[in-house]
């Protein structure tokens, strides 16, 4: 057993690497495919252009294909210009069509063609069509690589034909049962296949009750439904038949991608994640933001400006500017991922409005009365003249603002999806502006209205 | 095929509730049995209690104990209880030990014995054995319901010997191959055996570098490696020996779980997402935070009194005070978003403190130059007298605000994990509120000095 940790493995990718700098094009096969072609990766990664280039001659075009469909997606683009001429066409040709399509969406019209050009005329066809689904659908995530069925076999017939396709299929754990018009009719897991006696006709035993998505489905819905009843794959039907598959793998990669979408949202920094990039690149990314975030500092700031009599005449009333802030922005913030996460996790089967909230507005009225008996204790041993007046106008502010600060926070992701808004309008930043605003507003209204028994 | 979308499965639903409420037996176990188990859970979560009671009637020990185990664990401590007395053994003797795992560690000790004791001898034995593993590692999220094979017998053999252990095993779609001392020490997949000629020996045909964790490995770890690898499960050593294997749909919830763990801790809101809760037990989770909040709003206050002469003889330093607080916690909570997130994706081979230090730090210069410049734009225009200044000691602050930022948001996370802290300690709020009072002192540090220039 070949066991490697951080530090072996790092010793071995040395001495592959010597085997390249030295020439020794049997030592470098031997080390090299005696590891997982994702640790290939790794490795291959790891090389310097000259190295590369060496390992080409030392490996065939097809082997090279089963470390390029597996690298990223910048490096595919990278590498591909690199490599020998004859190398291409058996890269792409040996590629699985669901990767193709991820790599060649996101290349110019022209280099796209080229590549197409001279892949199979079969194979290209078929991923020219997936090209054409929308991004994020399951037609765009799915491959056409899957393993379809008669009702009318049997167990030994289609163990046989298994032999046959395994190796080129993407999954062989579901084998789809179709009609002569290629409609879904069934579907045989390879665990109940290999359960089966021999002469079972697939008619007899395949589960008839199907879960499918539609070529135009939301990758999210896929990954909700494949994650709900525990599938390793999921068809795709355009009309009826079945044209494609998902597999877990892929929606493994949507998840992570979907929950980060949303994380980046709220706390409020696109490309805050990329971690390749300079710090040049990723702050010219934030830049916009951190312009907006100034924008809106400027619009609290003049709301601050319209009360300067008022902070004038009471000067303390600056010290609970944070406060109130704080507490607006934080409880709206969490109104808001609550129902950000809900959209991702319960998808059109969702909790509705009304209940959400009506639940976040009564937290925010538990939440404002605990607070504001705190401030009744706290304010006035801190401030011994009219500390209870202030406490008082602090408190009330308080549970107002939380209250509201709920409410929005959980309101404006809904009204941007019915306004069918982008929803980055219910971003972190956003909602917390609108929040410190009302909270500002409200605060130093009732300490106008107060001020006299205060001074 | 059964297509059911959300009006037919709701229609569907009625048809089958009606069919229990007329005592009508055959129809009931027609409809419902049609359904795919996880669907059945849904069905069998909505009705009352007086309706299970008498589906406990319908179906035996054997068919509940399908649904019990797809049950969320606080519905099967719910319904556990009003089971009749003849099915409990046979519901727990089903279960997966995964999942009675996860079930009988949420009890109470004496219940758990209770429960235990009903069970068969050996099942029983080995569940006790993997309730002690600590919670969160491989060791408790594993199952022992796998297949081992011995590498001398032929694809032959061991496609036979499926045929009976496939119903009971997690999974069959990879083998692993032990030896007499069941030391692990190989790993075929269902789909190799399937390929392969009936007569060859699993020695050769069987991979030997094998991903494999321990039993004390995090999770995080094991997700790491199955996502990375593409893998649909993976096996779990202790003493080399083969004790278990995580299936990929655990490791599905154990990637949800985390994330969400990150992400409530980011936006600094433990029990947020928690929706099945009232009102008030969700305030009264967030409550401790929210008065924490309202203490660390008191200290940035204290801060703002400090500096009450200040504030006093130019009033208009105030409305600033947002726009500081702002761009120190959200650029703070950026890199923190990022370190945190880092961490979760690379784990053990992460990118270095050093360089993730270095690069926010500069995303902390280059931003706050770009906003010091739209400074210097804006504040004369908003004040014409001695607004050059004011943008000067604004656009100051801030440059140094960001950069003293990025660094505490960075450098917090890596500190706790030294230090052995309780990771909460890097959690937003907590980022936010040193960020603050940093960002507030260096402002009105930087007022105080230049306040002659103003007035």
């Known amino acids: ?114 590549y197409l050009s001279k892949m199979d005329k079969e194979e290209a066809q078929e991923v020219i069509q997936l090209l054409e689904y929308e991004e994020q659908t399951a037609g765009a995530i799915m491959t056409t690589e899957f393993v379809a069925i008669s009702s009318t076999e049997t167990v030994q017939n289609v163990l046989e034909m298994l032999r046959k396709e395994a190796p080129a299929a993407e999954t062989i754990y579901y084998l789809y049962v179709v009609n002569k018009q290629e409609k879904l009719v069934g579907v045989v897991s390879l665990r109940e296949l290999i359960a089966a006696p021999l002469n079972e006709k697939i008619d007899n035993m395949m589960l008839t009750r199907i879960k499918y998505v539609e070529t135009s489905s939301d990758q999210e819905d896929v990954a909700r439904i494949m994650k709900k009843y525990d599938f390793l794959a999921l068809p795709v039907v355009a009309a009826e038949k079945l044209v494609g598959i998902i597999t877990i793998d892929d929606i493994m990669d949507v998840v992570e991608e979907e929950t980060e979408e949303d994380f980046a949202e709220i706390v409020g920094g696109k490309g805050t994640f990329d971690e390749n990039i300079s710090s040049f690149s990723a702050a010219r990314k934030r830049a916009p933001w951190i312009v907006l975030l100034l924008f809106f500092g400027m619009v609290k700031g003049g709301i601050i400006g319209v009360f300067e009599d008022t902070l004038e005449q009471y000067i303390m ?3 609970f500017i944070p406060l109130i802030m704080d507490s607006a922005g934080n409880t709206g913030t969490q109104a808001l991922a609550v129902v950000v996460r809900s959209f991702a996790v319960e998808g059109k089967q969702r909790t509705s409005i009304r209940k959400i909230m009506k639940r976040e507005f009564g937290i925010g009225v538990v939440l404002g009365l605990i607070c504001a008996v705190a401030l009744l204790i706290i304010v006035p041993l801190m401030f011994p003249e009219g500390g209870l007046i202030l406490a008082g106008i602090v408190g009330v502010s308080l549970i107002l603002t939380l209250c509201v600060a709920t409410v929005v926070g959980a309101m404006v992701p809904f009204l941007a999806e019915k306004l069918k808004l982008d929803p980055a309008v219910a971003s972190g930043p956003f909602i917390t502006t609108i929040n410190d605003v009302l909270g500002l507003v409200i605060y130093f209204a009732i300490a106008t209205r107060l001020l006299d028994y205060l001074i």
Chains 1, 2 share one sequence.
């Open 1 to 114: 057993m070949v066991r490697l940790n951080a530090q072996t493995r790092e010793e071995y990718t040395k001495q592959i690497i010597q085997a390249i700098d030295m020439q020794n094009l049997e030592q470098f096969r031997e080390l090299f495919f005696d590891l997982h072609p994702t640790d290939q990766v790794d490795v291959f990664n790891s090389l310097t252009k000259k190295q590369r280039d060496m390992v080409y001659q030392y490996i065939d075009a097809n082997e090279f294909s089963e470390i390029f469909e597996e690298l990223e997606i910048e490096k595919q683009t990278q590498y591909i210009e690199e490599l020998p001429e004859t190398y291409t066409t058996d890269v792409l040709n040996h590629m699985p069509d669901d990767d193709l399509v991820d790599f060649l969406g996101l290349l110019p019209e022209e280099t796209k063609d080229f």
């Open 317 to 319: 009333l600056a010290a």
